[in-house]
Every structure is written in C-alpha cells, then in structure tokens.
C-alpha cells in the first residue's frame, strides 16, 4: 500500500509538473498580444483603438486579472490621443469594477491614474493631483512595475502643468527609472518619461536643455517607429524654435507635428499643433491667416473635450479678431476664455491672456481700456509674485536643511562603521590566537563574511553618497534658476520703491517708505548670498589661481565698508606689512572670503572698532579681522560656518542677516585650499582668521602684476549707499529704456520722472527705433538683455548707439554669465545687474549727463 501510495503521488506531481506551463501560456500569450497592440499605439492610435475593440471578447472575458487591467489600461490610454471621451469615460468605470471585484491595489491605482488625466485636461488639474495624493501610499506597494512607472508619470505631467517644477522633475526621474526595469514595454514607456522631461525642461525655460533632450529621445522614437512620440517631439521643438526665434523653423516643425496628428487620428496632438501654428502667426500679425487655423484648433480641442485647450484657441481666435478690426467680436472670444481659465484656477496663464489683451487694445488706440486691463494683470501677478516667492524661500531653506542632516548622518555611519569594524577584527584577532586549529579556520571563515559584510556596507555608504551628491546638484540648479526669475520683479520694485520715496511728501509715510526699501535692500542679499553660496558648492572651478596682493585687495575691501563703519559709530582700521603680502588664490573667491568677514565684524558690532590685520606665519599669510563685538559662545562655534546658523544673541542686532555670509566664507577656503578659524568669546569680541599659502617667487614684475590682479577685481558698491541716498540732486537730460516686461517699463519711467530725466520706452527694437525716426535725441540709453522677441539686446544696444553717437548706453540682465554680457564688458560697454541699486544708477546717470551737459556748451562756445 505505501509503494502503491508513493506511485499515485509521483504521476500527479508529474502531470502538475507538465501541465503547469501550458496553463500559464495562455495568459502570456494575451500579455504579448497586447503589447503588440500598445507599441501600434505609438504609431497608429486610432487604429490600436479600433483592434483593441475589435479584440474585445477575448480579452476583456479573460479569467486573468493582469491581461483584463492591461487590456482596459491600452484601450483608456489610446483613446486619450484620438480624443474618445466616451471610450476613455468607459475604460475608467471598468477598471474601477475590476478593482472593486478583485480587491486589486494595482487596478484601483491604474484608474485614478486615468481620472485624475481626464481631469487635468478638462482643466482642473488641482483635483487630478488630490486624486493621485491619495493613493500614493498604494502606488508604491503595487506589485505592478508599469502601474508604478505610469502613476510617477501621470503625477509628474500635472505637476509641470501646474508649474511646480521642482515635484515634477522628482516623479519624472523617478518614472525614467522605472521605465528601464520594465519587463514589458520599457522601450515605448522610457520615450514617453522622456518626451515629458524635456516638456519640463522648456517649461522651466531652459530651451536648450529642453532641445538637447528633443535630439536624445527622437533616434528612439524614429527606432520604434512611435509615430504619436514623434509628433509630439517635433511639436515641442517648434515650441523651443520659437522662443530662441527661428520663426521660420517653428513653423516647419509645426507642420510636419499637424501632419502626423492628422496621418494618425491623434486629434489632442492635432489641436495643439493647431494651437501652436495660428499663435505663431498672431506673432508675424497674420491675422487673417490666423483666424481660420485658431477656429479649427478650437473645434478639435472641443471634440477631444480639452477644455483648458480650448479655452486658450478662443482667446488667441479673440486676439486674431482683434487685429483684423473686429474689435468687439474679439474681445468676446477673449473674455469667455479667461472667464473658463480664471474658473480652473490656471492663475498664469490668465495673467498672460489680461497681458496680451491689453497690448491688442493699445494697439487698437483704447487706451483706457488697455490701462484697465492692466491694473488687472498687475494685480494678479503681484499676486502670483508674493505666493511663488513664499513657496521658493520655503523650499530652499527646506532643501538646505536636508542637505546639512544627511551630511551629519553619513559622517555619523561612517564613523560607527569604522569603530564597529575596528572592534570585530579585535575581538578575532584574540580568538585566533587563544584557539585551536579548528578555532582558527572558524575564526577565518568569520573573518571572510565579516569582509563580505563591510564591502556590502562601503558599498551601500557609497551609493547613499553619490544620491546625496546628485540631489546637491539639482539643489543647486534649482536655486540659480529661483533666484534668477525672482531678480526680474525685485528689479521693477526696487524702482517703483525709489520713486515713491522721491515723490513722498508725507513726514508720516517716510519711515514706512524707508523699511520698505530696506526689506527689499534685503531680500536682494538674500538671493544674492544664496547664488553664491549654491555656486560654491556645485564644485565648478570660480576663476583660475594666481597672485594676489593682499595689501591692494585688504585696502580695497576696508574702503568699501569704511562709510558703512563710521555710519554705525565704529572704527575700522588696516594693518599691513610694509613689504608685500602675496598669495597664492583666486582672487574673486579671496575678495568675496574677506569682504564676507569684514562686513559679519561689522554687522556685530553694536560699539567699538574693527582691526583687520596681515602676518606673516611660517611659509604663509595670517589675515585676521578682529571685532569688539558681541562674541560667540563656545558651545556655538562649531556650526557658526553652517548655512542658515545664526546665534541666540543674533536676533538682538538690527542687522542680523540670514547665516549665510561665514558659510560662504566657509566655502571659498575649501576651494582655496586655505585654512580658516576663529577665536571667540561671549561677551569679548571674536577674531576670525584666514591662512593661505605665501607666493614666494614674487619678483618686481610679479608684484605689480599681483596688484594689478587684486586693484581689477569687480568691486560692489559701497556699502555706505546701500541704505539708500542721502540727498538726490535733480538731473536734466534725455533717457531711452528697452524692456519687454511692461511693469519694469512703468517702474523706470516713474524713477526717471521723480529725478527729473525725459524717459521714453520701448518693448521691442522696432519701437525704439520708431522713437529715434520720431525726432528723439536720447543722452543715455539702457538695454535689457533677454527680450522675448529673440533679439539680442547688446545687438540692439550697437544699433541704436550708432545712430546716437552722442549718447552713452549700458546693459541690463539678470544673469551672470552669458557670453553677450561678457562681449559687452570686453568692448568696454558699462553692464548693470538685476535688481539694480538706485543710487548707482543716478551715480550713473549724473556722471553721463553731466558729460553732455558740458559738450553742449563747449559747442556754444566754440559757435560764438
């Protein structure tokens, strides 16, 4: 009976064993069958629809639940494109029955997935977002890879159309990822990460970022032959094109976008081609030719019930009314469709639409009108400026603060793994020899799995390390890009500030307007100190090494902050060597190093005097900046060269800053290769110091050229100014300003109005040009680099100087380092930085008037 049993058992477990595979084929079968259906998606998406409808009984019936979710999913996802609403509708209540009849996690997210899509392109992209929050506890547990990667996606596209950049750039890498270790569909699922990320990249306006990732992914999409991909990839290169004004090429990439939109039924594609083409023509004021291509985008935008899309065709449709003379038909289609984008709650693009209507009633001579629409839009983007400001500020300190905690964290592992290690081989070498032979080969086989141990651990630390490296980098990337767009409106208020100090004539309302001005003296600091501080630590190279004279560069730095000293009562005093100190150093990074200190000495200081001091020490230099200021405790000086770290006494002072300056000063040593300390205590006072290595084959030529170095660094202005101007004596003159942004054009035109100065100005260069044909002789004339047009202020610049020899011109820009503002430093043309200080500006301005002001009457002179 037990050998009859043992038989039985063996032929069942046999025929399981046989029988298993050709089960488990048929649903492989299915899955490989709609891949096959999902890639023709990629190419063809009305006609993946039409098979994947016509396959319905064999799939939608299937006993498993993984080739049902992968059919809908493929049905849902290619009716989105052809713009089915019914069939995309359909799909979603499927996959909620599926999920709810099977208890499945998967299926459940898939379809909030899909919802929270069909809300977004309706317009409401908030609830999409609330939807996807709520399953993403579930999201990362779903045993699913494609529904994870398609959750990180989906969330990633509505964060950027939302303009939380930094989030969708999170999900998007985080959707990259996952694409690569697909089992199914990696090729089709990593272009589509992809396509969006470069979407992303020109929505935070790095155009050429956006167009390299264009040229990564379309050898991709031409490989798989993704017809969808390559439309969407061409239409998004016509977006790039015209930014960086190609006009002629944007238009060219737009078509070829339409054609393969209209080739593949991709009616979503095919209306914003649409979109995008009748936009391009309202630029060239075609606006005949614009009408009909606005009204058909409108209508397809309709069909695929877009209504965001079709929100933003009316209006350009109002707008191509407008300019052919059918004015009040215009500003219907306009209205009606920022009435629909101020009800989803899309709060720049209204911003955008109010711009451009009133620019079309300018244009149209209502000036009243024009003027009504924008206070509006002025209103809203103050709006838009205060809440955008408050989430940036948070989510840079918030960033900071995580960086400087994983620091610690990591220093602490490594150290325990240190000791821990240090202890294990210890503890084995005394087994090994107080043991037996047998003691000892089990001692070495510990030792073996001990170093298995370690190298796993060394490996782990060091991954933890390069993902803490890349997340410093994107910090850091996404605080230069932060702080470069907030410059722009802390630029026009800082103007408007001054203005409204001029013209002020309430004793009341002074101490108000001065705190005003203060706070934004302050928030310019702060961006300021930020940049650097981010510039320093992303390890890029801040100027090669050479001889610096610190003699020259200490003179410098003292008379810079000598008004700001003696304003605040104190003393401050340089003591140098009478031969020549030089180091070795770069001297942009010594210059910002020392000026940080003396400035932190004086900010501390309530009473007494400031001693900045040079000694020889061995083979280098000491530079000390001693204080009889409030002192540090020894329990704080630690983190005293932490970002952010202020002490508890520092809220006592006036001028506390934001803990930034000795971080900064901090970061410049490391890159130096210089030591630096301090010495301090509560109450006493504290001296800061710096240690840097002597140039010891100085001769006479050297010297001079060392002096030279530190007398050539760009100094800022001093600091005495920066608490605004005593006395503004009035000016007379002639001023042209260029300037796409219409609020830094009213806040120019205010400033200049308040000291005395004829200003006229301009968005584009047609109009300035059209002003110098007008008779206008300008004195002096300031050009904004980056104009939306796609020209190139410093090219403006030389054209309109040209034709007034007599005037003097400077540039304008927000940025720091690109090539047209260095040409224009190398051609000696004077280059101003965003947000400019006032008092430099009518420094400036009275220097150059008062130039033309005596040239007028050497000619009188000469006449008679």
Known sequence: MTRLARTVVVAV???????????????????????????????????????????ATRFANAADVVTRRTYLAAVTDAAFETGQTTVVTEGIAKLKELAAAHNDVSTQVLAVCFEARQLAVAGKIRAGLDALAGEAAAAEQVPDPWVRWLYHLTLGALHSSNGQFEAAMTHLLRSLDLSRTLPRQAATSELRSRTHLELLHFDMKNPDRALQAIREALPLAEKLDAQQAL?????????????????????????????????????????????????????????????????????????????????????????????????AAGVHEVEAGIRFVHQ??????????????????????????????TRKQQALAKELFHTERDQAVAALRERFDSAERQRQIDQLAQANQLQYAELRVRRLQQIGLAATVALALLAAGAS????????????????????????????????????????????????????ISLRNSDPALRPLVADLRTSMQAMNQLFNALLDLARLESGQPLGAKGAVDL?????????????????????????????????????????QALANLVQNAIRYTPQGKV??????????????????????????????????????????????????????????????????????????????WLRLPAHTTATTADAADAAAVAATVPSAPEAGHRNGMAVVHPLHGRCLVLDDDRQVLTAWRAMLDAWGVTAVCATTAAEAHACLDGGFEPDAIFCDQGLRSGESGFDVLRTLLARCPAARGAMISGEFKAPALQDAEDEGYLVLRKPVDPAELHAVLAQWLSQVEHAQKVAIALSQ
């Open 551 to 591: 003699n020259v560069l200490l003179a410098d730095v003292v008379r810079l902050f000598r008004e700001q000293a003696s304003a605040g009562g104190l003393a401050i005093h340089l003591r140098v060597p009478k031969a020549r100190a030089t180091v070795w150093a770069q001297p942009l990074l010594l210059r």
């Open 448 to 499: 073996y799995w001990q170093y298995r141990r370690t190298r796993r651990a060394n490996d782990a630390l060091a991954a933890a390390r390069r993902q803490a490296e890349g997340a410093l980098a994107e910090k850091n990337l996404f605080l230069a890009t932060a702080s470069h767009d907030l410059r722009q409106p802390v630029h026009a208020m800082s103007l408007m500030v001054e203005a």
């Open 611 to 688: 001693l900045v001091s040079v000694r020889a020490r061995g083979s280098d230099w000491l530079v000390e900046v001693r204080d009889t200021g409030i002192g540090i405790a020894a329990a704080d000086q630690a983190r005293v060269f932490s970002p952010y770290y202020r002490g508890d006494r520092a809220d006592q002072m006036n001028d506390a800053g934001h803990g930034l300056g000795l971080a900064v000063v901090a970061r410049c040593a490391e890159q130096m290769g210089a030591t630096y300390g301090l010495l301090s205590g509560a109450g006493r006072g504290s001296c800061f």
């Open 13 to 55: 477990a046999l025929c399981l064993l046989f029988s298993l595979p050709a089960v488990a084929q048929l649903p492989n079968q299915d899955l490989a069958e709609l891949d096959r259906l999902q890639t023709l998606s990629q190419r063809n998406s009305a006609r993946a629809v039409q098979a994947l409808q016509a396959a």
């Open 344 to 373: 989803a709650g899309n709060r720049p693009i209204e911003e955008l639409l109010l711009g451009e209507l009133s620019r079309m009633y300018e244009q149209a001579g209502l000036y009243r009108e024009a003027m009504d629409t």
């Open 231 to 327: 439309g969407w990839l061409h239409l998004h290169r016509g977006n790039v094109e015209n930014v960086r004004g190609n006009l002629d090429t944007a238009m060219a990439a737009y078509r070829q976008s339409l054609q393969i939109a209209r080739a593949g039924g991709l009616t979503g594609l095919r209306a914003t081609a649409l979109n995008n083409l009748g936009d391009l023509l309202l630029q060239r004021r075609a606006y005949a030719e614009a009408e009909p291509v606005m009204r058909e985008a409108m209508a397809t935008y309709r069909d695929a019930h877009e209504l965001n899309g079709a929100a933003l065709a009316q209006a350009n449709l109002g707008f191509a009314l407008m300019g052919q003379g059918r004015i």
